[in-house]
């Protein structure tokens, strides 16, 4: 996947959104849950809070379990309905079903009033790529569907997906790619896969791991690589992948060190991590 950040292709995802916002009852916006900051579309934001509007907290087999919960708090503070997900394990995501029909119940009550029994609700799923949008669409459809924006030349004509439990769902037009004001957030991004490896140099991407991993969780990274108090306090943490790389074996190959940091965060070899933390990111 190419990445590219355009505000012309912005601009146009921004205003197709918009108009789709009025086929819908509801807003679906599916972030990592490793990060719920930095894998939103700021663009969209402000549209979006027009509508009612879930932030599915995705991947959250991978992410911090108590930064979760502070991320669901978070939002919950700013009034926004938030859910975790693991889309690649549960496979019926029947919460996410409770949730819209709990967000959406006075609407309903509304319908059912009028005489409408078994109102179709209407939900659209926006989300960068990567964050398992299409892993949402798939479990919650119960079959695998060609989701519209993450591969080019798939129509982005409207595509709505039919449920079996009473909602209809559309899927984002185009592709919605993450905008990066913040160089922190390029790398967080790039660390947990969100974009291409080619993007960032792998000892930025690693240096920024080791930083975050010795400001956030100290006792792994010690305990993973075996490292002392001495080697954490002698040296800077460019110092520190050069030590790594002769303790890995690989002689003067920093890259190759760098990338073992990157794919050790992925695999979990320091367990579940989160790269943004509420409140300390906003002070950032
Ligand atoms: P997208 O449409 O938003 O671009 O994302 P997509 O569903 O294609 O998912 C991107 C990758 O994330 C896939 O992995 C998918 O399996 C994985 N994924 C989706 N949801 C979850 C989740 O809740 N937890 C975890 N751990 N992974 C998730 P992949 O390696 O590209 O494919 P695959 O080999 O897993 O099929």
């Known amino acids: 996947m190419a990445f590219q950040w355009y505000p012309g292709h912005m601009n146009k995802a921004k205003n197709q959104v918009q108009d789709r916002l009025k086929m819908v009852d509801i807003v679906l916006e599916i972030v990592d849950a490793r990060l719920p900051y930095s894998s939103r579309n ?12 879930i932030i599915i907290l995705n991947k959250s087999d991978l992410a911090d379990p108590k930064l979760t919960a502070d991320w669901k708090l978070n939002f919950e503070q700013e009034g926004t309905a938030s859910i975790e997900s ?36 209407k939900a659209m799923c926006i989300g960068i790529p990567n964050v398992g949008k299409s892993t949402i669409l798939n479990k919650m459809v119960g079959k695998n569907v060609a989701v519209t924006g993450n591969k080019p030349g798939v ?7 039919k449920t ?12 919605l790619w993450p905008k990066i004001n913040d160089p922190k957030v390029g790398m967080k991004l790039a660390l947990s896969g969100a ?25 792994r990274l010690t ?27 690989y002689k003067e190959d920093y890259d190759r060190a760098a990338r073992k940091v990157i794919m050790d965060v992925r695999n979990l070899r320091f367990g579940r991590v989160t790269f943004d933390v509420p409140g300390e990111f906003y002070e950032e």
């Open 155 to 161: 129509t982005k004509n409207q595509n709505w997906l």
């Open 86 to 121: 693991d889309a690649k394990h549960d496979n019926k995501l029947s919460n996410l079903n409770t949730l819209i029909r709990a967000e959406l119940s006075q609407k309903i009550a509304k319908y059912e009033n009028a005489g409408v029994k078994n109102y179709q609700i």
């Open 223 to 249: 305990d993973v690589y075996n490292l002392d108090s001495a080697d954490m306090l002698n040296h800077t943490t460019g110092e520190l992948l050069m030590h790594l790389t002769e303790q890995f074996g």
């Open 42 to 53: 700021p663009v969209l934001e402000d549209i979006i809070n027009q509508k009612k509007h």
């Open 195 to 219: 974009i291409k490896d080619k993007i960032y140099p792998p000892d930025d991407v690693a240096i920024f791991a080791l930083n975050f991993l010795q400001a956030h969780y100290l006792k």
């Open 164 to 175: 079996n439990y009473g909602i209809d769902l559309l899927d984002t037009p185009g592709i």
